[in-house]
């Protein structure tokens, strides 16, 4: 069978693969969306809908018959559930933001029409859940489910699926992990210390208290990658503006498994200008690794200009356990063999940074990520061409844009001071011109600004000004001309020539060389 009631069914030795490839396109034929532009996500990020406000009403059927034919979608296409459902509550108050986020569903749709569940073929079968609650999420009544009344919930859905399990002779020897994102819910559901502090849960509900300790279900905290928040020190300001990169990137990764394709399914590529914060972002995600409960192995790597392959091998090797005197004197090709071999069966994700030309995995001994092994490769650079070679599909790559001119000047602000910003009339206007000059760039307001913080007097503001606004004629060759001259400013204003003869003698060292401090203070 490979055709039944819209669905196409496509079974290989690895499994089975269910899509409505086709259906999906009907849809965008019917309302007219085939030439609409993709998007990479099924809903706005923090998007909030509600049955009342100002909007304009639209026309109930053809609102009705598009969530109808979107219902009948996600049949294969778990990844557009959430919002559909969401949709379907406004069948009888439809107005145009409705209208507008079901669009949305389309252009995602549009970029993903292939997509469908896999059913892998496994000697074993287990069993597990995951529990999520929007608590007050809901703008009319307020009154979503909390996290524990929603673990209760899945747990009762896990039981009827452990009794359906076990007539089919797949009986669930081991407790089933049930994974709760909300730490509170977790201890309430192991604890019984907590059930005094919840004495307005209905008592029917600690059944889930049960459960935990007759050993049919575990619960485990579980902090989903896609809802974590970019939270740094330096670029603090900028991570509200990154968020949104990092939720789209990381659904991008995560939905993987819903795509046919067996080839660069679990790569995705982040572009951008230089100074603009990929490598903050690609921090992020590492950190994000490092904090979540998961099975992969997470390696870190410099790729940079110019630099050896077998460099960027070392590297790897320190990460996995390979590094020894004998790996030294091995060859690139032996190198390659033995991170293979380590890799080989293990689920990885490879963090690659700033790579400026194609980078060969398979010559530097990375398997190939695919549906089968489930590994990732997320890696940034600042060319285009480089990001479309590395992956051809570009609704798995993130451009990393600068920020808008409001933000900049937020973070800017915050590395002058705004006490220096208030010492006169002029500066305030001087600084608004200086944000517009780094253009956005991160790097070059937080340079900028930290350089500027001890500017006082509005001649010195003036003076910068100047230095910026001039011709970009001096920039070396190879070096990026959107942060030459922010930086060479920046140099030009350390205090003292001490620090200026430190700083040249730091940038003879090849780029992101470790320099040790007992080298700096014998120069």
């Not at 970029?111 to 000697?123: D, I, L, P, R």
């Not at 659904?251 to 498994?257: G, K, S």
């Not at 100074?275 to 950190?287: F, P, Y």
């Not at 001649?459 to 922010?486: N, T």
């Amino acid at each position: 069978m490979t055709y039944f009631l819209g669905m196409e069914v496509h079974q290989s030795d690895r499994g089975i693969f269910i899509s409505q490839h086709s259906f999906a396109l009907k849809i965008l034929d019917k309302f007219c969306m085939h030439n609409c532009k993709a998007v990479s996500t099924p809903v706005a990020q923090g998007e909030k809908l509600t049955s009342s406000g100002d909007q304009q009403r639209v026309d109930e059927r053809h609102y009705r018959s598009l969530v109808g034919c979107l219902l009948y979608l996600t049949v294969t296409r778990p990844d557009i559930m959430f919002g559909v459902s969401l949709l379907s509550r406004f069948m009888h108050c439809c107005n145009e933001a409705h209208l507008k986020a079901a669009k949305r569903i389309l252009r995602y749709i549009k970029g993903t029409a292939s997509f469908g569940v896999m059913f892998e073929s496994q000697n074993q079968l287990k069993l597990e859940g995951y529990s999520d609650s929007d608590w007050a999420g809901s703008l009319d009544d307020m009154k979503t489910e909390a996290e524990y009344i929603a673990a209760a919930g899945a747990v009762n859905q896990a039981i009827w699926l452990r009794k359906l399990l076990y007539d089919l002779n797949e009986t669930q020897d081991e407790a089933t992990e049930i994974w709760v994102d909300n730490q509170s819910a977790v201890a309430i559901a192991k604890n019984p210390v907590f059930h005094g502090k919840t004495k307005h849960f209905k008592i029917k509900l600690h059944f889930v208290r049960e459960a935990e300790q007759a050993k049919e279900f575990n619960f485990s905290l579980f902090v989903m990658l896609v809802k974590l928040k970019l939270v740094t020190r330096s670029f603090d300001v900028m991570a509200d503006c990154l968020a949104n990169t990092v939720l789209q990137l990381c659904f991008n990764v995560c939905c993987c498994h819903c795509s046919n394709k067996n080839e660069l399914v679990g790569i995705s590529g982040i572009y951008g200008l230089g100074g603009v914060g990929k490598t903050t972002l690609l921090n992020q995600i590492n950190n994000k690794f490092h904090d979540t409960t998961h099975d992969y192995l997470v390696i870190w790597a410099v790729a940079s200009q110019d630099r050896p392959i077998e460099k960027v091998q070392d590297e790897i090797a320190k990460r996995i356990g390979l590094s020894n005197e004998r790996w030294k004197s091995k060859s690139l090709d032996e190198k390659a063999g033995d991170i293979c071999s380590r890799l080989y069966n293990r689920r990885f994700a490879l963090l690659l940074d700033d790579i400026w030309e194609w980078f060969d995995l398979t010559r530097a001994g990375i398997p190939i990520p695919t549906l089968d092994n489930d590994c990732k490769v997320i890696f940034t650079t600042r060319r285009l061409d480089v990001c479309c070679q590395m992956q051809p599909n570009m609704d798995n790559n993130i451009r990393v844009a600068c920020l808008p001119s409001g933000e900049a000047f937020k973070l800017f602000e915050e590395k002058v001071g705004s006490e220096t910003l208030q010492m006169h009339p002029d500066i305030h206007n001087i600084a608004e011109a200086v944000v517009e000059e780094c253009a956005g760039l991160p790097l070059a307001l937080i340079t900028i600004g930290r350089a500027m913080a001890s500017k006082k007097t509005s001649r010195e503001w003036e003076y910068a000004i100047e230095v910026l606004r001039q011709s970009a004629a001096s920039v070396f060759p190879g070096v990026g001309k959107e942060m030459y001259l922010k930086l060479k400013f920046s140099y030009d204003c350390l205090p003292d020539e001490r620090l200026r003869s430190c700083f040249l003698y730091c940038s003879l060292y090849p780029e992101d060389h470790l320099i040790e401090k007992d080298e700096l203070v014998d120069c």
